[in-house]
């Protein structure tokens, strides 16, 4: 059986090199917003990195190969392919046999940068405990990856839409840091106030790759970090604000009867109208801010690999 795995020719060269690499997941790509806004956010993500010093690994299967790292017609292709498939824990190796095209979230974007021996990896939000769990026992696969794999994760917290304490009570029971930068206070997405107090709170990207080192190489510990990075003062929208948007989002779903995969597409597309489009401005800048520190994170990280 071949390698089904590629690295384009620019992260290829930085693993090499031991140079600072911060992998991107690609559903924000696919299932985020429409082409050719897709591809232009990407493209400017890619470019905050390479301005702070690192390499972008954008991750993503396609015609059943994972490729770590884009070049800029595979970028351009993904950002306009159709009937892309999401792909987590469960079913990135089944897309990859099949010969299928997918998108990876979080989860499998974790999997794929510790694969390729890469630390840091940045995203907007995370995925969590979907409110209702305690009946639906609706739990992402991001929250059980980030206890499993030894990667860093670089997000504005869990997504608002969620229900965010209990997010929190699942990254405790599995042992998984939750680091705050900046702040005392967790992130929610597009605000920078939660109302929740961080279990951690780290500014220094030198201390956080330092963290992160010692869980492994001292105590042996398994799974990564969850560094949550509040959106940037002039970008966010306040929690007020958005709080009973969000309830509407909610509220209307249940009533249309939207379940599994399909609640947080419907949920986000329902705010970005609500908001005349502020949120998803606000998620562009969060991702921006988030690959800016996972590079800073990045960079701390080759200098102590050794």
């Known amino acids: 059986m071949t390698d089904p795995i590629t690295y384009s020719p620019e992260v290829a060269s930085a693993l090499k090199d031991g140079a600072p690499v911060v992998a991107l997941e690609s559903t924000i790509i696919t299932h985020g917003m429409p082409y050719p806004q897709n591809v232009e956010t990407a493209r400017q993500v890619e470019a905050d990195i390479r301005a702070e010093g690192a390499v972008p690994a954008t991750i993503a299967v396609l015609e059943g190969v994972l490729h770590i790292g884009l070049t800029e017609a595979e970028l351009d292709r993904l950002a306009q392919a159709r009937d892309v498939a999401k792909l987590s824990r469960a079913d990135l190796a089944a897309c990859m046999a099949r010969g299928g095209t997918g998108a990876t979230t979080v989860a499998a974007t974790m999997i794929a940068s510790h694969r390729a021996g890469i630390h840091v990896f940045a995203t907007g939000g995370i995925g969590g405990v979907h409110r209702g769990a305690e009946t639906s026992f609706d739990i992402s696969a991001d929250l059980i990856e980030l206890a499993k794999t030894p990667v860093t994760v670089v997000a504005a917290g869990a997504k608002a839409i969620l229900d965010i304490p209990k997010t929190l009570e699942v990254l405790e029971t599995q042992g998984v840091p939750v680091i705050a930068f900046g702040q005392d206070e967790v992130p929610a997405f597009w605000s920078r106030s939660s109302g929740l107090a961080a279990p951690l709170r780290m500014d220094d990207p030198a201390l956080i790759a330092k963290a992160a080192l010692t869980r492994s190489r001292v105590f042996g510990l398994e799974g990564g970090q969850l560094v949550v990075n509040p959106i940037p003062e002039t970008d966010e929208i306040p929690r007020s604000?958005?709080?009973?948007?969000?309830?509407?989002?909610?509220?209307?779903?249940?009533?249309?009867?939207?379940?599994?995969?399909?609640?947080?597409?419907?949920?986000?597309?329902?705010?970005?109208?609500?908001?005349?489009?502020?949120?998803?401005?606000?998620?562009?800048?969060?991702?921006?801010n988030n690959a800016r520190l996972g590079a800073a994170i990045a960079r701390e990280f080759s200098t102590m690999d050794g």
């Open 241 to 288: 604000v958005m709080i009973p948007v969000i309830e509407e989002a909610l509220a209307a779903a249940e009533a249309q009867g939207i379940t599994a995969k399909a609640v947080t597409p419907f949920l986000l597309d329902h705010i970005f109208h609500a908001t005349k489009g502020a949120s998803l401005t606000a998620n562009i800048a969060l991702v921006r």
